[in-house]
């Protein structure tokens, strides 16, 4: 299992560097390089959901210009909301 888990855990990271949309590119793959080791199996799958989302629909859920849906608005969201606000904030 622990084989499988860091396989996984290896194919969101790539996922998450490569979505197409810069702005997603660097914020997923961040926080993916920072939070993914430390995500349960179940966090991993409601990721691995939030990683279908279409760029442009995720960074305004992220940048709360949107309200997520409840089937997406999950700690996972929450913990990738605080990322990105605590990353922007050290930019500032």
Avoid at 21 to 40: K, P, V, W
């Amino acid at each position: 299992m622990g084989e499988a888990l860091d396989l996984r855990r290896k194919r969101l990271l790539y996922l998450s560097w490569r979505r197409g949309m810069r702005e997603t590119d660097l914020l997923l793959g961040r926080f993916a390089d920072r939070h993914l080791r430390a995500l349960s199996e179940d966090q991993l799958g409601r990721y691995e959901k939030l990683l279908e989302v279409e760029d442009g629909l995720l960074l305004d859920w992220v940048t709360r210009r949107l309200a997520p849906p409840a089937e997406h608005d999950s700690d996972v969201l929450r913990l990738l909301i605080e990322f990105h606000h605590a990353h922007d904030a050290r930019r500032a």
